[in-house]
């Protein structure tokens, strides 16, 4: 019935990132009617300052009811449909996204493809520079989806450059060949390295050093450098946002061959917490691939009346200004809150100044320094502490024992609830471990039953980590 590719299993939905969703569906927590219910704590969400957007709509009300100085717009868009998007749309996100640069990078908005969301941006620039058996390069670890989105239609491959704790999972020279040697091995033509700055699942800026490195292994090996900038106007504390367009501008490589090479992926799913209005883009530098990119957009348009009503609210500076302002520092509180929990449970947490999670080293609470162990602990946490985080395994982080969980899709109360939960988790395993209290003891018993109460039905518990 199904086709190959429809059959291919390259959706990831089997993966841990996927399968916490499913049980966090069977048993979502409510903290009425299912306190004891699990958390989420998966989705990279922002629902920190939806009360601002909130509060411009109830006061912009022509936006949202498509009309114009009192004139309805409604026909107009309901016939909308050149698929290379509402023009005055793409002259505000051009300064939106400059302005989150601090104005160093300017965009032209003639070199923008809109796409519904990031998802499909980036798997419209698989197909434009590459072939299928083609190779991109990621530093791990990286965001789960993008094996989905970057080989299941394409038949790219992707290749891991391995980030190391010991040097806060920076991408290095060394790395960076390693992973192009890896993929020669295996007779991969390597088109390219994607990035994504900043990082899911670090919460970490590229620094300056980092992106230079890049830049001259892109030029010595004439490949493609793809940078996903979705997190860019999350950045809530030093060091500061350094968009690989400013990377290369600053080295003044605006007239070279790597300069059409370069592609940014962007998205207002976290900057502005609008994933369900499907709102992404590609920006290039070759007018080529722009061409190639807009007639491909077709499968993937924004629609026009979400169109509309985001250039009204990104023409609004003062708002977008105050929003990214406000946005930031909340963030900043809420990792503030979280590190600070984490913390007094024992864990910590790699150093992090922007994106909408930690990432969180438990390797201390592993039973022994392997993937398995990292699974065990990663169904513990679901089962009994009733919290869905994502397992480093699903970002194909290269040591066992990272986690990464996010902060900004709940509420306060709830973050300080998993906080306790993970706290009496983590406390548990090391009663256990230190003896004080054997696994036969009642101490552990007792507070497996009170932890009962999370107990799931997990019904694919014995597969396989997914490395
Ligand atoms: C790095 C990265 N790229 C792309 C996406 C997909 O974003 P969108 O909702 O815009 O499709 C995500 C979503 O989490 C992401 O973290």
Same mark, same amino acid.
């Given at each position: 019935?199904?086709?190959?590719?429809?059959?291919? +299993?390259?959706?990831?939905?089997?993966?841990?990132?996927?399968?916490?969703?499913?049980? @966090?569906?069977?048993?979502?927590?409510?903290? *009425?009617?299912?306190?004891?219910?699990?958390?989420?704590?998966?989705?990279?969400?922002?629902q920190?300052?939806?009360?601002?957007?909130?509060?411009?709509?109830?006061?912009?009300?022509?936006?949202?009811?498509?009309?114009?100085?009192?004139?309805?717009?409604?026909?107009?868009?309901?016939?909308?449909?050149? @698929?290379?998007?509402?023009?005055?749309?793409?002259?505000?996100?051009?300064?939106?996204?400059?302005?989150?640069?601090?104005?160093?990078?300017?965009?032209?908005?003639?070199?923008?493809?809109?796409?519904?969301?990031?998802?499909?941006?980036?798997? !419209?620039?698989?197909?434009?520079? $590459?072939?299928?058996? +083609?190779?991109?390069?990621?530093?791990?670890?990286?965001?789960?989806?993008?094996?989905?989105?970057?080989k299941?239609?394409?038949?790219?491959?992707?290749?891991?450059?391995?980030?190391?704790?010991?040097?806060?999972?920076? *991408?290095?020279?060394?790395?960076?060949?390693?992973?192009?040697?890896? $993929?020669?091995?295996l007779?991969?033509n390597v088109?390219?390295?994607?990035?994504?700055?900043?990082?899911?699942?670090?919460?970490? !800026?590229?620094?300056?050093?980092?992106?230079? +490195?890049l830049?001259?292994?892109?030029?010595?090996?004439?490949?493609?450098i793809?940078?996903d900038?979705?997190?860019?106007?999350?950045?809530?504390?030093?060091?500061?946002?350094?968009?690989?367009?400013?990377a290369?501008?600053?080295?003044?490589?605006q007239?070279?061959?790597?300069?059409?090479?370069?592609?940014?992926?962007?998205s207002?799913?976290?900057?502005?917490?609008?994933?369900?209005?499907r709102?992404?883009?590609?920006?290039?530098?070759?007018? !080529?691939?722009v061409s190639? $990119?807009?007639?491909?957009?077709?499968?993937?348009?924004?629609?026009?009346? !979400?169109?509309?009503l985001?250039?009204?609210?990104?023409?609004?500076?003062?708002?977008?200004?105050?929003?990214?302002?406000?946005?930031?520092?909340?963030?900043?509180?809420?990792?503030?809150?979280?590190?600070?929990a984490?913390?007094?449970?024992?864990?910590?947490?790699?150093?992090?100044?922007?994106?909408?999670?930690?990432?969180?080293?438990?390797?201390?609470?592993?039973?022994?320094?392997?993937?398995?162990?990292?699974?065990?602990l990663?169904?513990?946490?679901?089962?009994?502490?009733?919290l869905?985080?994502?397992?480093?395994?699903?970002?194909?982080?290269?040591?066992?024992?990272?986690?990464?969980?996010c902060?900004?899709?709940?509420s306060?109360?709830?973050?300080?609830?998993?906080?306790?939960?993970?706290?009496?988790?983590?406390?548990?395993?090391?009663?256990?471990?230190?003896?004080?209290?054997?696994?036969? +003891?009642?101490?552990?018993?007792?507070?497996?039953?009170?932890?009962?109460?999370?107990?799931?039905?997990?019904?694919?518990?014995?597969?396989?980590?997914?490395?």
């Amino acid at each position: 019935m199904l086709s190959r590719k429809a059959r291919l +299993d390259a959706h990831g939905e089997d993966s841990s990132y996927f399968l916490g969703w499913k049980e @966090y569906e069977k048993n979502a927590y409510d903290d *009425v009617q299912n306190p004891t219910g699990i958390i989420q704590m998966g989705p990279a969400e922002n629902q920190l300052s939806f009360d601002l957007l909130e509060s411009w709509l109830a006061s912009n009300q022509d936006a949202a009811r498509l009309t114009k100085n009192g004139e309805s717009v409604f026909r107009e868009l309901a016939l909308f449909q050149d @698929y290379r998007g509402l023009p005055d749309f793409k002259n505000e996100l051009v300064e939106f996204m400059a302005e989150i640069r601090g104005n160093k990078v300017n965009f032209d908005p003639r070199k923008l493809v809109l796409m519904a969301g990031a998802t499909s941006a980036n798997e !419209t620039l698989m197909f434009c520079i $590459a072939e299928s058996g +083609d190779a991109f390069l990621l530093p791990t670890p990286y965001y789960p989806g993008f094996d989905r989105d970057l080989k299941w239609r394409t038949g790219v491959e992707l290749v891991p450059i391995h980030c190391s704790s010991s040097n806060g999972f920076k *991408v290095t020279k060394c790395a960076l060949e390693e992973a192009y040697q890896q $993929a020669h091995k295996l007779s991969l033509n390597v088109k390219g390295v994607l990035i994504t700055n900043p990082s899911n699942p670090l919460g970490t !800026t590229m620094g300056r050093d980092e992106l230079n +490195d890049l830049i001259d292994f892109a030029v010595a090996k004439k490949i493609h450098i793809i940078s996903d900038e979705i997190y860019s106007g999350t950045v809530f504390d030093h060091p500061s946002f350094i968009s690989i367009m400013e990377a290369l501008m600053d080295r003044k490589l605006q007239d070279t061959d790597l300069w059409s090479r370069v592609h940014i992926v962007y998205s207002l799913s976290k900057d502005l917490g609008l994933p369900g209005f499907r709102v992404g883009m590609i920006y290039f530098n070759n007018e !080529t691939v722009v061409s190639a $990119a807009t007639k491909m957009s077709s499968f993937g348009l924004i629609s026009s009346q !979400t169109q509309y009503l985001l250039s009204k609210i990104l023409s609004d500076k003062k708002f977008t200004r105050n929003y990214l302002k406000e946005n930031r520092k909340r963030l900043k509180t809420r990792r503030e809150m979280i590190v600070a929990a984490l913390r007094n449970a024992g864990i910590g947490c790699l150093k992090s100044n922007a994106g909408l999670f930690c990432w969180v080293d438990m390797r201390h609470l592993l039973s022994s320094n392997t993937f398995d162990a990292e699974m065990e602990l990663w169904k513990k946490i679901l089962r009994e502490a009733g919290l869905n985080i994502s397992p480093g395994a699903s970002c194909h982080c290269s040591e066992p024992g990272w986690f990464r969980i996010c902060f900004a899709n709940m509420s306060e109360d709830t973050l300080n609830l998993s906080m306790q939960r993970i706290k009496a988790l983590a406390e548990k395993i090391q009663q256990c471990r230190r003896g004080r209290v054997t696994h036969q +003891d009642s101490g552990c018993n007792s507070r497996r039953r009170s932890f009962s109460k999370w107990v799931l039905n997990l019904c694919s518990y014995d597969r396989e980590p997914d490395r």
